[in-house]
Nanobody
Framework: VQLQASGGGLVQAGGSLRLSCAVS????????AGWFRQAPGKERAFVAA????????GYADSVKGRFTIVRDNAENTVYLQMNSLKLEDTAVYYC???????????????????WGQGTLVTVSS
């Protein structure tokens, strides 16, 4: 399984950005897919994930109501729509996949076995 993230960039506070992650693999719809982020000087943190296509979705409290995770199984792509961006959303964003079945939506990095290369999102004032 390979992941290719894109869509990062510079955006003003209050603006929007959509990240994309293309995932290789023939059973993408059965994978858990999501996003983590790592701000400068901080550890990687859970952002959002969907347990499998049409399954439970979880969001970090800090992004609830502003970010939306969307999956396109036909394109093997998972998106992160980010609205009302804040300065504290500045980070490198990583898409992640877990291919094994799981209960609930893990929020720890070790639960996900494949990672994209990261895409930088910078929110300016």
């Amino acid at each position: 399984v390979q992941l290719q993230a894109s869509g990062g960039g510079l955006v003003q506070a209050g603006g929007s950005l959509r990240l994309s992650c293309a995932v290789s693999g023939r059973t993408f719809s059965s994978y858990a897919a999501g996003w983590f982020r790592q701000a400068p000087g901080k550890e990687r943190a859970f952002v959002a994930a969907e347990r499998y296509s049409g399954g439970d979705i979880g969001y970090a409290d800090s992004v609830k109501g502003r970010f939306t995770i969307v999956r396109d199984n036909a394109e093997n792509t998972v998106y992160l729509q980010m609205n009302s961006l804040k300065l504290e959303d500045t980070a490198v964003y990583y898409c992640v996949v877990r291919t094994k079945a799981m209960l609930g939506i893990p929020t720890t990095p070790v639960a996900y076995d494949y990672w994209g290369q990261g895409t930088l999102v910078t929110v300016s004032s």
